[in-house]
């Protein structure tokens, strides 16, 4: 069943497709995997194809528990055969780099935090040309170019992509963005980032990752694989994120009530981001709670409007 926006176009309060320029990023971390076994060992630990990225390319990933709730979320870099690069939420990444380090065991590889040793900035609007133009797309041929780019899912229209470099790299020239501007641009995209709130919260297609390349369904084996692919083919899949605003201020983690059963939540905030006069939101919704008023907090919390999925839904699975 593929979901329409519930409106066709955007009317909430903020856009990020006026937005344009360069923004610093200091709620990423980075993981390193480096070794012979790095791309093995990630492959039986994420829901995506890690052997399957050629050096250079970037795809979603996600971390489950044995219940298929996702305990992280990363854009899983392939620098070169033997070294991958996990960016993911600063606040979670101490405790994502002890589980994975508990399963390495006899693996030759070594995981480490590498945010020190590079530098990271959001592109956003025409910066992602004018910068882009000026490093390297994540390619076969890429990684070990001094700075390159990673395509994102656009927010509101607006393009939106990573720019990675050597800790001490100089950032690219360009419009000073805040990392507020990108934090909202990346809610009105509509692909949750897992933050320590929602950790354990979600399996991957209550964020709809399999609809944006995040959940690879022939690769085999990791944790909370036989979870999430009984919830894709058995029709189980009951909760779908949506991107909206809220007219007050919400957070990451908050319930969401729906005024016609306000005894049990109807969802939950996956990821806010606070704009003037309110916030963006990103948030998974129980699909038999919809149409109807919803509001944060409680029945009668924080009103919840302008509910949509900026992309198709995919059936092709």
Known sequence: ??????????????????????????????????????AHFLQGQLTQDVTGLKPGQARLAALCNPKGRMLASFQVLRRADDELLLVTSADTLAATLKRLSMFVLRAR???????????????????????????????????NDPAFTIALPAADGAPRALWLAAAGTPPPAGAEL?????????????????????????VPQMLNYESVDGVHFQKGC??????????????????????????GAVQAGQEVFSASAPEQPAGLIAQAAAVAGGTAVIAALRLDA?????????????????????YPLREDL
């Open 1 to 38: 069943m593929i979901i329409q926006p519930m409106s066709d176009t955007a009317t909430a309060s903020f856009t990020a497709s006026a937005l344009h320029g360069i923004a610093p990023l200091p709620h990423l971390g980075v993981i390193r995997a480096h070794g012979e076994d790095a």
């Open 109 to 143: 590889l070594k995981l480490s935090d590498a945010t020190a040793e590079l530098a990271l900035r959001g592109l956003l609007g025409n910066a992602t040309t004018s910068v882009a133009a000026g490093a390297h797309q994540t390619s076969a041929g890429a990684q």
């Open 178 to 202: 805040s990392e507020a501007d990108w934090l909202a641009a990346e809610v009105r995209a509509g692909v949750a980032r897992i933050t320590r709130p929602v950790v354990e919260a979600f």
């Open 222 to 247: 990791y944790p909370g694989q036989e979870v999430v692919a009984r919830s894709q083919f058995r029709g189980a899949i009951k909760r779908r994120a949506f991107v909206g605003w809220a007219d």
């Open 290 to 310: 919809l149409p109807t008023a919803l509001a944060v907090g409680h029945a009668a919390g924080v009103p919840l409007r302008d509910l949509h999925i900026p």
